[in-house]
């Protein structure tokens, strides 16, 4: 069975604190993806990567950054938490061959006090 | 932002068919409609996609129209265990590198119903 981790289902961080969000897949994807979810907003695209050391901004980026030095490893940084980022936040990978599609992690629900 | 518009919610009867539209009158010639839905506290699951046929699998149809401008997912007969937000999304598959990204919009949350 195919698998996209994350390391934390429920976490919950004080208002400045660095916060490491950890993801990791194991069918070899060359993409992923990091996503927050909020009620009545959807899912809205922080961060993807489309290879290692590669990142491109989503749509809502600002006080986030990624790293993807391993295939396998793609980690959301908050760098000072603030409570407007407390969230649903959820990961996926994707492979690039058509007709193959994204696989998601089961979340990790942050609350930032 | 979204390539695509979705109604808000539904309301389908257990049993009968659940049919859900989604407009994406923008979308190219390259780009394929994908569906994905996902169940309460879980992360979203692909369900289908195409580009201009109808396709069925064990879950679901997609019908789209001829123009492409729009397309309807249909669960012939919908459960208890299908109610979720259900996402339509355009992408090109065959994009590399940047345009790989996936953009998700803010669904319709299909309830069935006893």
């Known amino acids: 069975d195919v698998k996209v981790t994350q390391s934390s289902r429920y976490l919950v961080k004080r208002t400045g604190e660095k916060v490491f969000l950890e993801c990791v897949q194991d069918m070899d994807h060359e993409n992923m993806f990091w996503y927050r979810q909020d009620p009545g907003l959807g899912l809205r695209l922080i961060y993807f990567?489309?290879?290692?050391?590669?990142?491109e901004k989503g749509d809502i980026p600002e006080g986030y950054s990624v790293s993807r030095e391993k295939k396998e490893r793609f980690s959301l940084i908050l760098e000072s938490a603030s409570t407007n980022q407390t969230s649903m936040y959820l990961c996926?990978?994707?492979?690039?061959?058509?007709?193959?599609?994204?696989?998601f992690g089961q979340g990790t629900r942050l609350t930032v006090v | 932002d979204a390539k695509t518009t979705q109604p808000p919610s539904m309301d389908c009867a257990e049993g009968r068919a659940a049919n859900l539209p989604c407009n994406h009158s923008?979308?190219?010639?390259?780009?394929?409609v994908y569906w994905y839905r996902q169940i309460h506290s879980q992360g979203p699951q692909y369900i289908i996609h195409?580009?201009?046929n109808n396709e069925t699998n064990e879950m679901a149809s997609l019908i789209i129209t001829e123009d492409r401008k729009s397309s309807t997912l249909i669960l012939p007969h919908a459960t208890l265990r299908d109610t979720a937000v259900y996402y339509c999304?355009?992408?090109?598959?065959f994009g590399g590198g940047a345009t790989n990204k996936l953009i998700f919009g803010t669904g319709t949350l299909l309830a069935v119903q006893p």
């Open positions: 996926a990978s994707r492979n690039d061959r058509v007709g193959t599609e994204a696989f």
């Open positions: 999304i355009v992408r090109d598959p």
């Open positions: 923008t979308i190219s010639g390259n780009e394929y």
């Open positions: 195409g580009l201009k």
């Open positions: 990567s489309y290879d290692v050391k590669m990142k």
